[in-house]
């Protein structure tokens, strides 16, 4: 669960082809492995799953203060092979930034950072919410390019986006 600090598009390159996602793995199993919950915890938040239905793991180890919602969204990002970058340093090119519009950027709750590899780039947090499909879709007429996520860091996206997007 490391954070990348980004200057500039080589850096973004080199931190998503680094970016390997982690299928076979279950959340608990990565929280365990980082410290962050023990198997007690994990073993009573299924059991409440179990019986709670389609409540989401992550969910239910904040709500009993096993996990913090950081550590569940850097554990998630980390499963599905998105990095996670802080955007303080970063300042995105204009002909990058005017391939979103400002009110998709602030809809989607994302920033584009850069063409890696012929796909846009964006981050935005937290990793798991974000709707690839339906901001695909809205991207879709802006740019032929696919599109690839990161996940921000510690810097306030809103911050960034008031910088950048004036």
């Known amino acids: 669960m490391k954070e990348h600090v980004l200057h500039d598009e ?77 955007l303080a340093d970063y300042v995105p090119g204009s002909d990058v930034l005017a391939l979103v519009p400002p009110e998709v950027v602030l809809q989607y709750n994302v920033l584009p950072l850069g063409l890696v590899d012929g796909r846009l780039v964006t981050a935005g947090r937290p990793a798991h919410d974000i709707k690839r499909t339906a901001l695909s879709q809205a991207m879709a007429p802006l740019t032929e390019n696919a599109l690839r996520l990161a996940r921000e860091g510690r810097t306030s996206l809103e911050e960034v986006f008031n910088v950048r997007l004036e």
């Open 10 to 86: 080589a850096d973004l390159a080199e931190v998503l082809a680094d970016a390997r996602p982690l299928p076979e793995r279950h959340l608990g199993e990565l929280l365990i492995e980082a410290n962050i919950i023990s198997e007690a915890q994990l073993d009573e938040a299924l059991q409440r799953q179990r019986r709670g239905g389609s409540r989401h793991l992550g969910e239910l180890l904040v709500e009993t203060g096993a996990a913090t919602e950081q550590q569940i969204h850097e554990a998630l990002a980390d499963k599905f092979g998105i990095p996670i970058v802080r």
